[in-house]
DNA sequence: ATGGTAAGCAAGTAGGTACTTGCATACACG
DNA sequence: CGTGTATGCAAGTACCTACTTGCTTACCAT
């Protein structure tokens, strides 16, 4: 019964390197370190197999929650944003290979977007209590939900895209702190700059 | 000569639908109506092929630019916005397929870079100027990079996971407004909110 | 009329793909 | 000891893949 972890294990290294089509049954038994019949008599088919890598990856990282009632903003925030770049960054090759074959093999785009809807009812939460409390504006010209799907829109950008183009964004340290801090400006939130941004500015000087 | 262009066009919706390993040459040349020789004897190979159609494609899509010396800060980011919506929409299939085979076929990965890259240019350019001539706020506390980066990210995101979950975005033609607004906000420029948000929120009441 | 060029068609090459079958081996449990 | 269970190995099936070759049309310009 050990063949069949370290088959998962392999299938979703190879799958997160070259796709299902590029992810052969010979090569995936090969990294396994176990012959291709195995495979075949552990899971019953090629597709079966990365269904269930696809299952194990959900359940190998768990969403992380934003408190009910928000206490330190700035604080939590940059958590939260820093635990979720951390979790789409972990899965990030068989997020963007699920997007890409998401009209040929559509049971892969649950996994694509389960993660990204619950982060977002989180988020938006989140920021309707700020605003009950009375630490986020509630003025006309603060629009929340945009300012959620920005904030979504950056952590998915920062992870999946900053392989690619590190230069663009900021220092992986400083990153999460950051958005929180441009997210709070975006409700209207008043906040202290950020330890890592008065360093960099007093640096400047 | 036409024969040239058929399968160039073909061999861009067969990429965009199944990336570069299922977009066989006999799906492509069926597609564009053509026989199997032709498409070796135009192009001499597959790999060829579908770099021609990632050149074409950039040539197809040309950047927008944002002007140099800003004067209505909301309705030019609104349109620059709108526009890199667009672009991005426009490619976005063979954009993702590029960022997932990256490891497999390098030379896509400029293809999936360049665009970015021009336009974090261009953005940042713009609030240099906007602080300049003191439009924008130059406190400690507002982090412009961030901001950049985050609009980047929100228009990557946008444009790439709208159409997975439609629902979780604002509605197609308010979207661009919405975001330059809340860019500005992030700069502590002050604005109006949008015409669509009072919309949204009087409707509300 | 003649030659060049773009194209189609049929067939073939060499290799890869998922998946199956039959048989041999090891080990664990009663 | 015997028996089931997991695994390995060799071979084979049926099909798909990129790519080639040889031959035949059709048209266009000189």
Chains 1, 2 share one sequence.
Request: a negative charge.
């Amino acid at each position: 019964m050990i063949s069949r972890e370290r088959i998962l294990e392999a299938a979703g290294r190879v799958y997160a390197k070259h796709g299902f089509r590029g992810a052969t049954t010979r090569l995936i038994a090969s990294e396994a370190g176990v012959n291709e019949v195995t495979l075949f008599r552990t899971f019953g088919s090629k597709s079966a197999l990365l269904e269930a890598v696809l299952m194990q990856q959900h359940a190998a990282h768990p969403e992380s929650e934003l408190p009910l009632e928000p206490i330190d903003p700035q604080l939590e925030l940059t958590t939260w944003i820093q635990m979720s770049l951390e979790r789409v960054r972990a899965i990030r090759p068989l997020l963007v290979h699920s997007m890409g074959e998401i009209e040929e093999r559509p049971e892969a785009a649950e996994f694509a977007c389960r993660g990204r809807r619950m982060a977002h009812d989180s988020i938006t939460a989140y920021v309707r209590a700020l605003q009950e409390m009375g630490i986020a504006n509630a003025d006309a010209d603060v629009d929340v939900d945009a300012a959620a799907v920005m904030l979504m829109g950056t952590v998915m950008s920062d992870a999946i895209a900053r392989a690619f183009v590190p230069d663009l964004y900021p220092p992986l340290d400083e990153a999460a702190e950051r958005y929180a801090t441009c997210f709070l400006h975006m409700l209207g939130v008043k906040t202290f700059a950020p330890q890592s941004v008065r360093n960099a500015r007093s640096q400047a000087q």
